[in-house]
Each structure stands twice: as C-alpha cells, then as structure tokens.
C-alpha cells in the first residue's frame, strides 16, 4: 500500500483529473492507494476572495466551512474519473474516516485518523480518495489544516499504515536552492528531516514544515516528485538513513519578510517587554531580533516580521504609542539562509559567507544562526544575487 | 419561529446574499429563524457539467457528493455575512442535524430529522442556516434530493417544528397561468394542496410535487412569496381552510412532452406489455396513453414521454426490434393542463374545451383526465394559444 498526495496545480482541470486517474488505474494494479488530492487549481482562493467580498473578518467557523468545499469538488471528481475507467473508488471526507482535529478553525492540527474504517473501505476498493486540508473537531464542525494542509493529511495517513508517502507537485524535486534564482541549482536527492523542516521554515515552497514534523514524529519517508513524471525526485527521511552527510544542503530565500526598526527607545528589558508580548498577543510571529549593544534610555531595537503582517504592526504601533521613539517599517527585504545539518559546528562557513558580502559590496541588516541554519537578512534587491554567490561557493 | 428557504436565483450573488442577511437580521429580533438555501445560481449545473465532461453516466454516489458542495458553499457565506452583522447565526449539512433519507443516490426521500439537534442549535443560536438538497444515507454518504430538493428540506423542517414555511423565489406566488403566456394571468391567494400538486406534477415551474406532497402530509402551511418583497404571495394549506372553491385553480403548460406512436402493430394486451414493461425497466415516465378502439393485428398506439427521455426512447426501440411497425417520435408536442378540485363533477367544463378546439381550428392529440385536471395534447406551436383561450374561458 501507499499514500499518494496531489496538489492544485496536478488537478486544476479535468484532463488532468483523467489523467491522473490513468495513472493510479496502473499503479492500483499492484498495490491499494490511498490518494489525497488538494482543491482545483485556485478554488481556495476563490472561495475565501467571496467571503472577503463580505468581511475582510469573517467568522472562523463558517469560512472554514467554505474553504473545505473545494477538496470535496477533486474527490468527487477523481473518483467519478476512476470508476469511469473501471478502478474500483470511493471519495472519502474527513468526518466519514474521522480524522479529528485539535478543533482550532483555519489553523487546526490533526489529532487522529480511524485505522478501522480506512481498513474497511479498502477491503472493498482499490483507492480510496481522501480530501486533504480537513478534518472535524470534538463538535462535529468542518476545521481546516492551514497552509500546506493537505500535505500534512497524506503524511497523518502514511503514518496510520506506517508506509511511504508520495507528495506529487508540479516541481521534480527539493533543490540546493529555486532553479528560477540559480539555474545550475541541484537537484537533492535525500534530505532529513530537520534540514527540510528548517529549509520549509525559513521559506522554501515546495514543502510545508509541518507536514514534514509529522513525518519525522512517526517515520515516515516522504518523496517529492513531479507528477506522472518518472523523474527520480527527493526522499525526507531520517539522517540515520542519509549516508553522506553534505556542508551545506540548501538556500532558501524569503521575501515574506518586513523589517521594523525602532529608534530613540530605552532598551531596557522591562521597556521593551510590552512591545513583544502585544506582538505575540495580536498574532505577529516575530523572528530575529537585534538591538545594539549598549542598554540605554535612547538606543534601537529591530525586528523581523512576515510582510503579510503588516497590517497587525501597523496596530501594534498604534496601541503602543510609543511617543518619542522613530518606527521604520522596511518591506524591501529578505531573508537568505543556509541550511545543513551540523553546519554551525563546521568552521569557516561564517567567515565564508563574510567574504563573500565583502567582496561583492553587499550589506546585510542581520545574520542569525541556530543548529541547522544561518539567515542572512539583506535587501531584497539584493537576495538573488547573494543567494547566486553562496550557491556558487558552498557547490550546490 | 418560521423556516424560510431561498432559492438559488435569490443567493446567486454576493450582494443578493447580504441583503437576504440584512433581512433576516431584521425578522430574527422577533423569532428563531431556521433559512433553508440552495447553491448560488447555476453553480450545480457547473457540478455537473464538470463530471460530464468526465463521463455523461457519473457514479451516482460521486455525483451526489459533487452536487452537495454547491448549497455547503451558500449557507457558508451567509453565515458570514450574518454573524459580520452580529446576528448569532451557524452553518449546518445534513451530517450534523442528521437529516436521513431513504438513501438512494440522486433522488433520495427525507426519512427524518434529529429534533433534538436543532433545538440545541436554535438555544445558541437567532438563525439555523441549512443546506437544502441533501442528505445522509445509513453509510453516512452524501445523497441528494432531486429535482426542488431545497423546497423537500425546507418543508420537512417545518415539519418538525409545526411551523410555516416561506419559499421565497423571484415570482410573487402561484399563478393561474404562467404570466409569460397571458398577461392577465391571476395571482392565486390560496390553494389546495392536491391542486399544487397536480399543477406541479403537470408542469408549472414555481414548487415541486414531492415538497407539496411533504407540506400536504404534515398539513404544514407553505408560503411562495418573492423575495425581499412586502408583496402578499400564495398560501398552500388544506382545502378545509379555502372558503371559496373555483372552478378552475390554474393552467399548466408542460414542454417537456414527447409523442412516440407506433403504427402497425398488434394491440392485443400480451403484445403491448413487453414495450411497457421495458419502458419501466429504463426507467422512462410513461404519460397519456391511447390506441385506436378496435383490437386488431394491425392497429396504432400512442404515448406520451418526457422530451428529457428521447435517448431512452431509442435506446427501448432499438432493444425491442419492432420490425412490422413503423415508430414516429413527435417532438413539437405540448401538454395544456386545467387543474381545479373537483373539476370532472361539474358538468360543462368539457364541453367548453371541445367547443374553443373547434371555434378556433385547434386540432388536438389526446385529453386525458383526472380528479384534479383535464390535459390536452396539442401541437406545441398552439399550446400558447390554446392556453390563453382557456384562461380567458376561465376567467384565470
């Protein structure tokens, strides 16, 4: 048996829906499938652009409900598509194999998924076409997964039947680094865990972080592959499986990024306090944070934020009213990191990365490191650039 | 408390969709409101056309649970647009107030509803908005009403309750005859259920037969009013509640009609059995029924069908082989139908049909009639005509 997943792009029409049911037609052959597929191309989208037509605020519940629909519009479909061809399938929703949330709605976790139904309905189909993103909570209401949801369905069903999980997009693989940024970027072949969580986190696309965090939580391998591609793609799994350990293993570049700089503010502790627990208390994930040195009554303080919270800052600073301090917002920036495991322990990646900003005349806002990373904030007119250079250096 | 439905031509827009909230915003201050909808506009027919584009013989339980998700997606958004007004309001499908049908797909009967459920959610909540048209089975799977499902549910709530129910649609109420054929055409005030029923069955556009026939069981009384209006529409209750009785109640003009005749032909009964039997057997609706008085090896035939069947009717023909006989399929037919109680006791009314076919050159096919009305068979070019001089008879 094995769980496949395809995202919007691989069924955002009905020829691919047919053909992608011929595919599973072979492959069903062999083995029972369990595939989960994402909404039609922008469905999503489009959904939540109509409740927005109404509310910019909508109420949780009920556009979680909305947003569940477009799933539920590919599974039909596909199954429609496979029992046409003869393959015997059934479309399943999250409350008909109860896979059960934490129940917060837009943004909920998956709890449990019922082995025994999934086993039931196999017995008696070939495939069954679970829709990806949702799941229902203690109250019997729809919840969705948030971004990514529908990989982190595939890996929960993966992990049910301890088998290998296949996430089918319209990219052949994870690479060192985007091939639209460096066009000799590398294709990966075996990643781990940790090294995809961190590279997912700090903004690379393909995957989301916590779709591979379930994986690693119950090893689960994960392949990404392109679809109804022979094309070898990339494995998650753990580093105990990976032989060759490499320095560096991937770029990742985030313009989703919005620097904040607060100037003429004391930076003592206890001042700067209320500006981080409102942040955190309106929602703003906030990530680096440098200030200079020196503690004092008239220092500064800067912060990384998403872009797309810009409108949370913009009422943080209006609660806050901090009188005599400067707010620069900067939305011209990104984030370069460089993800490997066991990188910080290796000398002369820093000074490296140094050089190289050196060389080139680049100036950075920040640089942070944690185990499996280091962040290079720069300006975004800058990134690729930076991005072209490191991938060149570190031969990915 | 009251349960009102709208139709899918009053929600096929956002702002149609915020202004039915503005109002119920509005009756919610004075009674619970349980609001049946249907899918925005021609959002099922899309559903469909999608599967079709796949195969035009769908898996039925796919079909069911694509053409669900059109209704999920309207009561999602006017739940939006409520509770963004501050109406206390809650999306339901038929899973979470357990709304059971007979279960078979595509034309399922509603077999009961869970009181319990709903009062629980009317205590929370000012409004309950459901999802017309569908259903659970004993699986747990999606199943559908059929053709006026949203009117079926609307009714069965208000069943449950003992409440009224309010259809509201873009017409202001029943009419004797359909406004588009004759202008002076009459709003009815009050009808029977049987006579909606019979228009209904017959043909007349505003209500289905099967969600009268729900309304006439349970004797719950069924407003068809426009929406947004303040304009009084048509009641239909019991006929010991209507004071007045008419001759006649309406006029129905029904297009989807074929005649299929077939000429030389034995109409012994054991002869004409197996073309009956097999008609039932594909499932084809069979009307009006006629054949030339004399019993003989070479007689005629004739019957009526829905034009919606023709691919039936051929596929019956080319099944039966009929090789002596000659079948001729009439598409331009029309059946012209004069509904009122009782109608066959009162002498005259006959006459004064045969008497405007003749003054007027009209010839006809057939006429048949029942308890409740008297259909003519007429060429489809004269069904207005004939119609309109009815009315005028009438006095509709």
């Known amino acids: 048996m094995k769980v496949y997943k395809y995202g919007g792009s691989s069924v955002s029409d009905i020829e691919k829906i047919q053909n992608i049911s011929k595919h599973l037609k072979e492959v069903s052959k062999n083995e029972k499938i369990i595939v989960v597929v994402s909404a039609m191309g922008k469905t999503t989208n489009n959904l939540i652009e109509k409740a927005n037509m109404i509310t910019t605020n909508p109420n949780v519940r009920e556009l ?40 917060e709605h837009t943004k909920s976790r998956i709890k449990s998924i019922d082995k025994n139904i999934l086993e ?21 209401e729809m919840t969705t997964l948030g971004r990514g949801g529908s990989d982190t369905t595939a890996v929960a069903l993966a992990s049910v039947f301890s088998v290998d999980c296949h996430i089918y997009t319209d990219v052949d693989g994870i690479y060192t680094i985007d091939p639209r940024v460096y066009e000799n970027a590398k294709k990966i072949d075996v990643i781990s865990y940790d090294e995809m969580m961190e590279l997912a986190y700090l903004g690379a696309g393909v995957m989301e972080a916590r779709a591979v965090e379930l994986g690693y939580k119950y090893l689960v391998d994960i392949y990404v592959e392109k679809s109804l591609s022979d094309v070898k793609g990339t494995l998650i799994t753990s580093k105990e499986k990976i032989m060759e350990e490499k320095e560096i293993t991937g770029i990742s570049i985030n313009n989703n990024t919005l620097m904040v700089t607060i100037d003429n503010i004391a930076t003592y502790a206890k001042n700067l306090e209320p500006i981080f627990s409102m942040a955190s208390s309106l929602g703003i994930s906030i990530d680096i944070i440098s200030h200079n040195d020196v503690v004092s009554d008239n220092g500064s303080i800067a912060f990384i934020v998403p872009r797309t919270d810009l409108n949370l800052v913009n009422t943080l600073f209006s609660n806050l009213n901090l ?64 991005s072209k250079l490191l991938a060149k250096e570190f031969n990915l």
Chains 1, 2 share one sequence.
């Open 323 to 386: 009188k005599n301090s400067n707010v620069i917002l900067n939305e011209k920036i990104s984030k370069v990191s460089l993800v490997g495991i066991g990188m910080v322990n290796r000398v002369g990646i820093m000074s490296k990365i140094f050089k190289i900003l050196a060389d080139n005349n680049l100036s950075f806002h920040q640089i942070s490191s944690s185990e499996l990373s280091i962040s290079i904030v720069v300006e975004e007119s800058n990134a690729k650039t930076l």
């Open 120 to 140: 039931k309905f196999l017995e008696e189909n070939d495939v069954l076409v679970v829709a990806g993103f949702q799941g229902i909570n203690d109250k019997n």
């Open 64 to 103: 979680d409900r909305l947003m569940s629909i477009g799933e539920i519009e590919t599974i039909s479909l596909l199954s429609i598509a496979l029992n046409n061809i003869g393959v015997k399938a059934i479309s399943l929703t999250a409350d008909q194999i109860s896979i059960k949330t934490t129940g």
